[in-house]
């Protein structure tokens, strides 16, 4: 089945919480995921962030909702990575 590894999204976000604050929320709330966040263009109310998520079988439905209770809204998904493991029997 495959599995996404690697997701890279266009986020627009409040100034609060901070990146900081947001990065260790998504990482907290999905364990084995790295998140990255690069602030590319701030404004007088928001920021817009490139937020990279790397890891085994990404639960994006559920990291989506996250970044919406953050106060965070999905412009785009840039970049997308999937692997199909397939396990053998023995």
Aim: glycine residues 4%.
């Amino acid at each position: 089945m495959p599995q996404l590894n690697r997701i890279v999204l266009d986020v627009l976000k409040p100034h609060q919480p901070s990146v900081l604050e947001f990065a260790n929320t998504i990482a907290d709330q999905h364990p084995n995921c790295q998140v990255k966040i690069t602030v590319s263009e701030v404004d007088e109310k928001t920021e817009t962030t490139i937020v990279t998520i790397e890891g085994d079988d990404i639960p994006f439905p559920a990291i989506a909702e996250t970044i919406s209770n953050l106060g965070g809204s999905i412009h785009s998904i840039d970049e997308v990575a999937v692997n199909n493991v397939v396990k053998s029997e023995t």
